[in-house]
């Protein structure tokens, strides 16, 4: 057959072909959208043309079996041998040689102490704050496993709520009425009459329109960042920050500039650098993270600096017949020049701060509504548990649906609320007078302490009642002592006080193994001494001779 012949017998066959499509019903459509389709659009032809000879290439492929493994069947002798050979990885690494002698030595509180007298039948909400009643293993004084009774000042029950009897009578009743936990997330069905009453208790106390409580003071702060800062976003936060803000900064992954301990000055350099470098980029958002209290060093900031705006000044200037008045702003702080916004942890500092515990706002007279987002704990000095985020009603209402340990965590139990609200209403209707108290005997421990030794000093605020000591310049350089010899001489303080039946305890934060290499912030050792009003002026200045003179004969027995 030569080539004519094969072309006229193609040619009759396409002819055959076309005759036989044209007898399937239905087919002058598809030739018609095919003819169409290419005209209108031929990258469409060419795609549906790939699906239908990918869907015949899988249809027309050979099957093969999913179960089918490489791996080698052992039989059960072997499966057993195998399983007595392995060795699991411990859970917890093992204890060194000196955390066994630490946790040898560590003292166990087994109960209370008798109390002397029991508490008046008709008492007023200040007599029971005040009573020195030891009904707690946390109270000013507590019994050890040795069968000893010591001065309890490594406790945060600043004010004895944990010896008042009308909270705790009012804890069984919220138990007896609610159960132990709501079992459930506050947005599903763990949102109790209880929560809602402590949110608006804790919002009319520091004067904001609303704000949210938590299950876990620790996770508060770590939770309200990252739902609202996140990648790409910028914070500028203090080098001397705690732990829980740090994991809030990790998971937020926002870009995290910091500036020098308590330095606003440094703060400004750090806010004109991050102006200076987005001028001309996409809009960001920007915070200021700090502490109302540090944790770590117990000291406060300057907030009138950061966040006052001060008033606006009238100045009458005559131009001609017409005299005009100019209305200037005489100074705005680092908060508005710079237009970030505010987070204040003030986990440490409400309860204890201003006259009747609203916090570092009280305290240096600023109004809260200037601090975006005020954080703070329902535990320690309130003897309760859990955390708030105070603010504006959008601020809260953002983080009930963006916070994850709001959202996924189970709610505050409704016997931790319901004393929170109480502890709350303590201290307004005493007007203050366990912190004065409290205060008071601060101002009795820091003089037996700070100004008579020469060894140590205090780098808390004169208000704070937990007390931070730690060893001056001086002593160190002299001795030429590192961090972890300064860590076992304020080791070997604890003990001495707790031989002469003082209980204190030494700062022992996670931050202070990561903070000089990570964050250039370098966290020396510190004994801590925790003031509470169930000691008398007395037992305090007692207490504070025994902690002085055991610092005195453990420094001095140590050579350089």
């Known amino acids: 057959m030569d080539a004519y012949d094969a072309q006229k017998w193609l040619m009759q066959l396409a002819h055959e072909l076309s005759n036989l499509l044209h007898r399937v019903p239905g087919s002058a459509i598809v030739l018609?959208?095919?003819?169409?389709?290419?005209?209108?659009?031929?990258?469409?032809?060419?795609?549906?043309?790939?699906?239908?000879?990918f869907a015949l290439r899988y249809l027309l492929a050979p099957s093969y079996s999913t179960q089918k493994t490489n791996s080698v069947k052992l039989t059960e002798e072997e499966v057993d041998e195998l399983v007595e050979e392995w060795t699991p990885e411990p859970l917890v690494a093992p204890q060194t040689a000196i955390e066994e002698a630490e946790n040898e030595k560590r003292p166990i509180i087994s109960g209370y102490a008798i109390s002397p007298y029991d508490p008046p039948k008709h008492s007023t909400a200040a007599s029971l704050i005040t009573h020195k009643t030891s009904h707690r293993p946390t109270a000013p004084k507590c019994k050890l496993a040795s069968g000893r009774t010591v001065t309890n000042l490594a406790s945060?029950?600043?004010?004895?709520?944990?010896?008042?009897?009308?909270?705790?009578?009012?804890?069984?009743?919220?138990?007896?009425?609610?159960?132990?936990?709501?079992?459930?997330?506050?947005?599903?069905?763990?949102?109790?009459?209880?929560?809602?009453?402590?949110?608006?208790?804790i919002a009319a106390h520091l004067g904001v329109q609303a704000a949210i409580i938590y299950a876990q003071a620790f996770s508060t702060i770590s939770s309200v960042i990252p739902a609202f800062s996140k990648r790409g976003d910028i914070i500028v936060a203090d080098k001397g920050v705690n732990f829980a803000i740090r994991k809030g900064l990790q998971i937020s992954r926002?870009?995290?500039?910091?500036?020098?301990?308590?330095?606003?000055?440094?703060?400004?350099?750090v806010l004109a650098k991050v102006v200076k470098e987005q001028e001309g980029k996409p809009l960001t958002r920007?915070?200021?993270?700090?502490?109302?209290?540090?944790?770590?060093?117990?000291?406060?900031p300057d907030l009138p600096k950061i966040v006052r705006q001060l008033p606006v000044q009238r100045i009458?200037?005559?131009?001609?017949?017409?005299?005009?008045?100019?209305?200037?702003?005489?100074?705005?702080?680092?908060?508005?020049?710079?237009?970030?916004?505010?987070?204040?942890?003030?986990?440490?500092?409400?309860?204890?701060?201003?006259?009747?515990?609203?916090?570092?706002?009280?305290?240096?007279?600023?109004?809260?509504?200037?601090?975006?987002?005020?954080?703070?704990?329902?535990?320690?000095?309130?003897?309760?548990?859990?955390?708030?985020?105070?603010?504006?009603?959008?601020?809260?209402?953002?983080?009930?649906?963006?916070?994850?340990?709001?959202?996924?965590?189970?709610?505050?139990?409704?016997?931790?609320a319901?004393?929170?609200?109480?502890?709350?209403?303590?201290?307004?209707t005493t007007n203050g007078e366990c912190i004065a108290s409290c205060r008071e005997s601060t101002k009795a421990m820091w003089a037996q302490l700070d100004p008579r030794s020469e060894w140590v000093w205090c780098t808390s605020a004169v208000e704070n009642p937990m007390m931070l000591l730690v060893l001056k310049e001086e002593?160190?350089?002299?001795?030429?002592?590192?961090?972890?010899?300064?860590?076992?001489?304020?080791?070997?303080?604890?003990?001495?006080?707790?031989?002469?039946?003082?209980?204190?305890?030494?700062?022992?934060?996670?931050?202070?193994?990561?903070?000089?290499?990570?964050?250039?912030?370098?966290?020396?050792?510190?004994?801590?001494?925790?003031?509470?009003?169930?000691l008398s002026k007395k037992e305090i200045e007692r207490a504070g001779i025994v902690i002085r003179h055991a610092i005195t004969k453990v420094v001095k027995s140590r050579k350089a």
């Open 316 to 416: 009458a200037c005559k131009s001609g017949p017409v005299a005009n008045v100019l209305y200037v702003i005489s100074q705005v702080d680092l908060k508005y020049r710079y237009k970030f916004r505010l987070i204040l942890d003030e986990t440490w500092s409400y309860g204890v701060l201003g006259r009747t515990g609203q916090g570092l706002t009280s305290h240096q007279n600023v109004d809260p509504t200037t601090v975006d987002m005020i954080i703070g704990s329902l535990a320690g000095p309130l003897c309760a548990g859990g955390g708030f985020c105070a603010g504006s009603a959008e601020v809260t209402e953002h983080q009930r649906i963006s916070a994850l340990a709001y959202t996924y965590s189970a709610a505050l139990p409704a016997m931790l």
């Open 418 to 428: 319901t004393t929170a609200s109480e502890t709350i209403t303590l201290l307004q």
């Open 286 to 300: 920007r915070f200021i993270v700090t502490e109302g209290l540090f944790e770590d060093i117990g000291d406060m």
């Open 32 to 53: 018609r959208y095919i003819k169409s389709s290419y005209q209108d659009d031929p990258i469409r032809s060419g795609i549906e043309l790939f699906l239908v000879l």
């Open 475 to 534: 002593v160190v350089a002299a001795r030429k002592w590192s961090l972890e010899d300064q860590g076992r001489v304020l080791d070997d303080v604890v003990d001495e006080c707790l031989a002469n039946n003082v209980l204190i305890t030494r700062r022992k934060s996670i931050l202070a193994t990561t903070s000089s290499k990570e964050y250039g912030f370098e966290m020396q050792p510190a004994l801590k001494v925790c003031i509470t009003t169930g």
């Open 254 to 269: 926002s870009v995290v500039k910091w500036y020098e301990h308590n330095d606003l000055d440094d703060m400004e350099r």
């Open 156 to 201: 945060y029950n600043y004010y004895n709520f944990l010896s008042n009897e009308a909270l705790k009578e009012k804890a069984i009743q919220t138990l007896r009425t609610y159960g132990v936990g709501p079992c459930g997330p506050p947005g599903f069905y763990g949102t109790q009459d209880v929560h809602m009453k402590t949110e608006a208790d």
